[in-house]
């Protein structure tokens, strides 16, 4: 008899469509319960944020070479002049938006880790984000990181939850998918609540397909439960990024027993004006990083917070006609945490030793990952992304 996982339940039987959203287990702000208060997560364990920058960021300039005659020349009138950026050493700073960060980097609990992609890289949005979210550069899968870690280590239905109704490649296991928390959704209605939770409920009679249906409408009801003690955001921030990691401080707070949370905040591709654009993006991810840390920096469970941020691939080298910049190749990847080995991490691509046009990749996106799921996680990483990974240092001991 063929197995179906919750996911494939909860679709086939159209309760996600009642729901307004598809393939994935959901979450709605009034219909929160007790889970952080009967299994609170145990103090001390590690809660990853993974951000997501969709489009593909420019990396440099957002880690700025600012002393590096090549930046100058391949960009004449996008770089930045060195008295405009916030330097970070004799070489490197970071764009003007970012602040907060630079903050962050002085306190010594910001990790940048440079030159970070991976083998053979592919300039389609598509098929980069997908080999990030998938960990497996060489061929297609269908399951993301995340969800080869829920796979691997149980069957709670919080273990990990995308903040919006659409889940990423990153959540989808095999056998089990984060849940997805949908800030803007509506509450279910007092009918269709009680659907699910008489479709929960067991019988001594049901045949082994029924009790496995009945296991998926559980999940659904685990899912719902697990969220009681936390607010309505109200009304939507405007930045979004912002009321993402808000709803994650308080989870965090709350004692939520979620390992891993999945944001974004999308509009990187800059291919015309990327200087206007891309300083009005990193002015919002400065904005709600550096609030979300600050928030979390007095709570007991803040320490146990690790978050990472990247994108897809970075950009070319050289401007192109629209003061804009063209699909690249390495980029910088950000973590952030009282836990986090401040600095530079990986060596800083050359911006003349060029694979055509391209920067050259110095760190593979799979050792960052070893290294959340090994540190953070206290996962064996092999499962997720494979053997001959290592840890880079990222995390202090």
Known sequence: MPQFSRRQFLVGTGVLSALGVAGASVITWDELQQRAVTTPLAAGS???????????????????????????????????????????????????????????????????????????????????????????????????????????????????????????????GAKHTAAALDPASAPLSDDLAAVLSGLAAADASDSPARARVCTGYQAEQTVRQTFSSLKSPGKTAANPLTAQLDLVAQCVKAGVPTRVYSVSLGGFDTHADERHTQEQLLGRLDEAVTAFLKDLSTHPRGRDVVLMAYSEFGRRVAANASQGTDHGTAGPVFLAGASVAGGFHGDEPSLTDLDNGDLKVTVDFRDVYHELLHRVLATDPTPVVGSGRRDLGLLSA
Request: aromatic letters at 8%; proline letters at 9%.
């Open 46 to 172: 590690g809660i990853l944020v993974v951000l997501t920058l969709y489009g593909g960021n420019d990396g440099i300039s957002t880690v700025i070479p600012y002393a590096d005659n090549a930046y100058h020349d391949a960009r004449p009138e996008l770089s930045y002049r060195p008295e405009e950026v916030l330097h970070l050493d004799d070489q490197l700073g970071f764009n003007p938006a970012l602040k907060g960060l630079s903050g962050l980097w002085r306190d010594r609990t910001l990790a940048i880790v440079r030159g970070v992609g991976y083998p053979e890289p592919d300039h389609s949005h598509f098929r980069s984000m997908d080999i990030w979210q998938t960990a497996s550069p060489d061929e297609p899968v269908q399951t993301g990181w995340i969800g080869r870690w829920l796979d691997a280590t149980g069957d709670d239905p919080v273990r990990a939850v995308n903040i919006g109704p659409v889940l990423p490649q990153l959540a989808l």
